[in-house]
Every structure is written in C-alpha cells, then in structure tokens.
C-alpha cells in the first residue's frame, strides 16, 4: 500500500461537501501504516441542501470552525470537486498517442456541453481499445465542468482560510479508497462501485484501481425520503428517523430467521444505537413506508441495470464480480438488497474507515464501531489519488 501524502507524518485533511453533511479527515502513518488522527461529520441543515450562494456562506462558516475546533495539525486540505456539478460522458474518439487524446476529446464534446468547451475543466481516464463498426476506437471517460464552477467551488476553501493542496474527482478517491483489496492477486478484478448519496448516485465500475465506467443517477435519498413524508404527512426530521427504525427492524427480523437457522449475523446499528432504545415498529406502518419508496427504488435500479449492460457491451469477457455499496443512504441495507437482487451479482456493504487503524489519539465524532459507508470518498482523498488525467 503506498500512502501518497506522507512527506510529513500528517496528511492534508480531507475534506468532502456533501450535500447533506461535510466530513473532515485526517490521518498519520506511524508505523508505516495509516492511522485516523480526525474524523469529524458536520450536518447541513436542510435549508442549504441546494447549490446556492447561501450555502457556500454557511460552507465556508462551518468548514472553518470544523477544522479550527477539531483538532486538525495544520490548514492544508485536499477536496473533490462534486461530481453533481461535472458533466460526465463517455466518448469514442479515434486511437491516438495519449498525448493527443485531450485534443480529439475537446474535439468530440465541442457543441455537445452547457458550456463553452475551450474554457472547459476536463479530466479524463482512457478506458480500452474498441472497434464500432470497422474503424478503431478508444473508449474514454471525460468529466468536464466549467472554469466559473471550480472557482466558485475553491473559494470557498480560500474564503475559509484553507490552503487547497490538491483537488480529485469523486470517482478516483472513491475507488482510491479501496484499492487496499487490489494490492494482491485480486489486483484485476471487477468492481461496481453504487453510492447512494442525499441528492444523487454515482457509479463507478473499475477493473482493479483502474476505473473503467461512470454516471450520475440524479435519484438519492432527498427523492426517497420525500416519497416517505408525502405519504405519511410527516416533516423530514421524523422522517429520517422512522426510516432508520424501519431498517433496524428489517434487520433484526434478518438477524432472528438467521439464529433460528443455525447461523448468525453480525450486529448493524448504522446510527450508533444502543440496543435499548429500539422500539419495535407496527407491521402496518413499515409496510407503508415500504410501499412509499417503491417506486424510486425501481427506478434507480432500472439504471444501475442500464449502467451494467453498458459495461458489459465494452467489457463482455470481463463479468462484473462485487458490487460495493457506499453513501450514506447505503445504510439502508434493505434499499442496497433491492436494488442489488435484480443484477444478481454478489454485493456487499463497504466500510471504508476500516482500513485505517485507530488507537486512544484518535479523535471522531462518529460510531467508528460500526459501518461508516459514507466516507469513501473522504478516505480516498486522505490516502491520496491518482490515476485521472487532467486536460
């Protein structure tokens, strides 16, 4: 495993704005390996959710106080830039040297952005050679985003006082984050990558820490959550909490069926809950809440089908082999099981924090005794990325 950032005992802290929550991190690598120096998780209130001048005032106010009141070393951070703001395309460009690729992909996506494409950001990852038709092709992934939108996007570091050693893209720290499973043998294999987030999913298929497909699916717990409180006339507060107790139920019923078979599950609590404040929900009402997020369930799992067949159309001799769920709305391990069963291959939840060890000098502000999938791309940015080619 190589820790990238390690000029000095301590990384740059790593730093993801979501849109529901900001997430610090810092690490060191005593001993050679990656300990967590900092986590802290700093919740968005609802009202600055959307992309909006309010909310970078209140991004650059809290992320600010987060760092300073934290007990981060230093003010060198390394972010990502959202993948809700980039533009994500797959194109097929004639086979060039790699120095000429950035020319011939300017070349396809000029009249095909919201934007001007020579004032154009892109970064790009060449995928594999393919043949359309008779002629010779290479697949490649741009993610392109305008020049005025990375600026806004780094004053606000600039606004908080925060020295920006280095900007990624979501989908690199993503798959950056686990690339530990690759450092072997398995170093080929392939991946799909489903995180859930509050305003979007983004996916990520790779081929060991190579990534070889992406989208933006603009389906996420803010529309699933809002399906639960129109049918249940509940506010978002209660809404998230019910959901939650929904989920502990679902599992402890998963947990009992396995005991009575002779097997046993491992505790989940993605809250941090102690046993002794679960209430048992009614029957009626889960069954409610169940119907209620039918139909956005099936349609994000209508993509992440649409999403595989694409992949599999470039790479048909390479099956997908694990999907890895991540966000936070993977939490919700029976929205993970549905969207799953119909690409039947074999999926589990990924905890990207467990790779990094902690010890009494650790500081967090978050359960690190169970499941944190919503820090991949915090982690990934904290190890440090690679792999993307900038234009």
């Known amino acids: 495993m190589t820790l990238k950032w390690f000029q000095t005992r301590a990384s740059p802290i790593a730093v993801d704005l979501g849109t529901d929550n900001i997430k610090l991190l810092q690490i060191d690598a005593r001993g050679g390996q990656p300990h967590i120096m900092v986590a802290n998780r700093v919740d968005v209130p609802d009202h600055v959710h959307n992309d909006s001048p309010e909310r970078d005032t209140w991004l650059v106010e809290n992320l600010r106080r987060a760092v300073v009141e934290?007990?981060?070393?230093?003010?060198?951070?390394?972010?990502?830039?959202p993948a809700t703001r980039m533009v994500l395309r797959h194109v097929r460009v004639p086979r060039v040297s790699e120095a000429e690729v950035p020319r011939v992909v300017m070349q396809e996506l000029q009249g095909k952005l919201p934007f001007d494409v020579t004032t154009a950001v892109i970064r790009?990852?060449?995928?594999?050679?393919?043949?359309?038709?008779q002629d010779a092709k290479q697949e490649v992934i741009a993610m392109v985003t305008s020049r005025e939108s990375v600026e806004r996007h780094l004053g606000i570091?600039?606004?908080?006082?925060?020295?920006?050693?280095?900007?990624?893209?979501?989908?690199?720290?993503?798959?950056?984050?686990?690339?530990?499973?690759?450092?072997?043998?398995?170093?080929q294999q392939a991946n799909m990558f489903i995180d859930i987030g509050a305003s979007s999913t983004h996916v990520v298929m790779a081929h060991g820490r190579k990534m070889v497909f992406t989208r933006y699916i603009p389906i996420g717990g803010e529309i699933m959550n809002r399906r639960v409180s129109q049918a249940m006339k509940w506010p978002p507060d209660k809404t998230r909490l019910m959901r939650m107790r929904m989920e502990q139920q679902i599992f402890r019923q998963r947990r009992k069926a396995a005991s009575q078979a002779g097997a046993t599950l491992a505790e989940y609590d993605p809250e941090g809950w102690e046993s002794e404040d679960y209430v048992p929900m009614d029957v009626a009402l889960e069954a409610t809440i169940?119907?209620?997020?039918?139909?956005?369930?099936?349609?994000?799992?209508?993509?992440?089908?649409?999403?595989?067949?694409?992949?599999?159309?470039?790479?048909?001799?390479?099956?997908?082999?694990?999907?890895?769920?991540v966000g936070g709305e993977?939490?919700?391990?029976?929205?993970?099981?549905?969207?799953?069963?119909?690409?039947?291959?074999?999926?589990?939840?990924?905890?990207?924090?467990?790779?990094?060890?902690?010890?009494?000098?650790?500081?967090?502000?978050?359960?690190?005794?169970?499941?944190?999938?919503?820090?991949?791309?915090?982690?990934?940015?904290?190890?440090?990325?690679?792999?993307v080619t900038g234009v």
Not at 124 to 133: A, E, L, M, P, T
Request: aromatic share 8%.
């Open 157 to 187: 570091f600039d606004r908080a006082k925060l020295e920006l050693a280095g900007i990624h893209v979501e989908q690199a720290a993503l798959v950056e984050a686990f690339s530990y499973m690759f450092a072997s043998g398995s170093g």
């Open 124 to 133: 790009h990852v060449v995928v594999s050679d393919i043949y359309q038709g």
């Open 70 to 81: 934290g007990g981060f070393r230093g003010r060198a951070v390394v972010t990502s830039f």
């Open 330 to 387: 993977s939490r919700y391990l029976s929205t993970c099981a549905r969207l799953a069963k119909p690409m039947a291959i074999p999926a589990v939840l990924g905890d990207p924090l467990s790779r990094l060890l902690r010890d009494d000098r650790t500081r967090a502000n978050i359960n690190l005794k169970h499941p944190q999938p919503g820090w991949a791309v915090t982690v990934g940015l904290a190890l440090g990325v690679e792999g």
């Open 290 to 325: 169940q119907e209620s997020l039918l139909e956005p369930t099936e349609q994000l799992a209508k993509e992440l089908e649409a999403c595989v067949r694409y992949y599999e159309s470039i790479f048909p001799d390479r099956p997908l082999e694990r999907v890895i769920f």
